[in-house]
C-alpha cells in the first residue's frame, strides 16, 4: 500500500509504544505509518480514525486501493513505522514497478 513511498525491501522498525492513530494535517513525508492488523493480515499504511471506522490509507501513488474502512474494534494497531533502510524505487528494477511490455522488432 506504500508503494513508491516504502519499496520492497524497506527495513522498517515498529514502535509498539505508538498505537494511537494521530490526527492532524501532515505532508506525505512527515505522516505517520502504521502496521494494522485486520483479518489475519498485516497492512502498511497511513491511518486515520472516523467514528466506529479505522481507514487504511494507501500512499496516492500506490496501485492498491486508496482507502479501506474497517470496524476500528477488530483491527489492531501493532504500532508506527519508521524506515530504517529504503531501497531506490526505479522501474524495471527488483524494488520497481514494471512499464508496460515493449515489443522488439
Given at each position: 500500500m506504500m508503494w513508491p513511498l516504502l519499496p520492497p525491501g524497506t527495513l522498517l522498525q515498529l514502535d509498539p509504544k505508538k498505537r494511537t492513530?494521530?490526527?492532524g494535517s501532515w505532508s506525505e513525508f512527515e505522516r505517520p505509518?502504521?502496521?494494522?492488523?485486520?483479518g489475519g493480515r498485516f497492512q502498511c499504511c497511513y491511518a486515520q480514525r472516523k467514528g466506529d471506522l479505522l481507514l487504511l490509507i494507501s500512499h496516492a501513488d500506490s496501485p492498491?486501493?486508496?482507502i479501506t474502512s474497517v470496524p476500528y474494534k477488530t483491527a489492531k494497531?501493532?504500532?508506527q513505522l519508521t524506515p530504517i533502510l529504503r531501497p531506490?524505487?526505479?522501474r524495471d528494477g527488483p524494488f520497481g514497478r514494471p512499464t508496460k511490455a515493449?515489443?522488439?522488432f
Open positions: 492513530v494521530t490526527d505509518v502504521y502496521l494494522i492488523e485486520y492498491f486501493q486508496a494497531v501493532r504500532g531506490l524505487a526505479t515493449r515489443r522488439e
